[in-house]
C-alpha cells in the first residue's frame, strides 16, 4: 500500500467515525428527549450513544487516549447532535421510527470503521470483526442503560448480526487486498439493510421462553 493509498484509507475511517458518532449522538439524544430530559440531560446522552463503542474500541486496540478524548472533532459533532434534536425534535420526529433509523445507520457505520481501524492497528481478522461488532452495538447499550432500557442488542432484530456482517465485509475485503473504499460503503450497506429489513419484517433470533 502506498502512501496515498493510507492517506484515503485513514481519510475513510475518520469519515464514517464521525459519520457514525453523528447518526448515534442523534438517536441518543433523541431517546433523551422522548424520556423528558433536560439540555444537559440530553447532551450527556448524546454524547455516550456517540461515542462510548468507539472508547471501548480504542481501549482495546491500544489507540491511546481514545478519539473521542483527544479529538475536538468527536465532541463539537456529539454536542451539534444533541443541540439538533434538542432544539429541532419536532422535525426530527417526523420520520418513521427516528431512533431505529438512526441506530441502524450508526451500526453500519461504526460496524465498518470499528472493523477497518481495528486492522490498522494489525488485530486479527477473528478480532477486528468482533471489535467491529463492539464498536457499533456499544454506544446503543450504552444509550439504553441510560434511560433504564433493556438495550436494543439484548432483544430486538439481528442486531449485532447485522453489525458482525459489516464488519467481516471489510476484514475479508483486507485480506483479499480490495479497494478499501468500496469495501466499506458494500460492509456498511449490507449491514444497515439487514437491520433495516429486519426492523420492517420483524426477522429475529430464537427467543428465550422459560417453561412454568
Not at 40 to 47: D, I, T
Not at 98 to 119: E, N, Y
Amino acid at each position: 500500500m502506498t502512501a496515498s493509498d493510507h492517506v484515503v484509507v485513514n481519510t475513510l475511517l475518520v469519515a464514517f467515525d464521525l459519520g457514525g458518532t453523528f447518526v448515534f449522538a442523534l438517536s441518543g439524544a433523541t431517546a433523551g428527549v422522548k424520556h423528558k430530559l433536560d439540555l444537559f440531560g440530553v447532551l450527556v446522552l448524546s454524547f455516550a450513544a456517540g461515542n462510548a463503542g468507539g472508547i471501548t474500541r480504542d481501549l482495546m486496540i491500544g489507540a491511546i487516549p481514545p478519539a473521542a478524548m483527544s479529538e475536538w472533532r468527536y465532541v463539537t459533532v456529539s454536542i451539534l447532535a444533541g443541540l439538533i434534536t434538542f432544539y429541532g425534535f419536532r422535525i426530527i420526529d417526523r420520520l418513521s421510527s427516528p431512533v431505529l433509523v438512526f441506530d441502524a445507520a450508526g451500526l453500519a457505520l461504526f460496524a465498518v470503521a470499528g472493523a477497518g481501524k481495528a486492522l490498522a492497528f494489525h488485530a486479527g481478522p477473528v478480532a477486528a470483526t468482533l471489535l467491529g461488532m463492539l464498536t457499533g452495538i456499544g454506544g446503543g447499550m450504552v444509550r439504553d442503560i441510560l434511560v433504564t432500557e433493556i438495550p436494543t442488542v439484548l432483544r430486538t432484530e439481528l442486531y449485532a448480526v447485522a453489525a458482525l456482517l459489516g464488519s467481516a465485509v471489510v476484514v475479508v475485503g483486507s485480506m483479499l487486498h480490495l479497494p478499501a473504499s468500496a469495501v466499506a460503503g458494500v460492509g456498511a450497506v449490507l449491514c444497515f439493510g439487514l437491520r433495516f429489513v429486519a426492523m420492517r419484517r420483524g426477522w429475529r433470533l430464537p427467543i428465550a421462553r422459560p417453561t412454568a
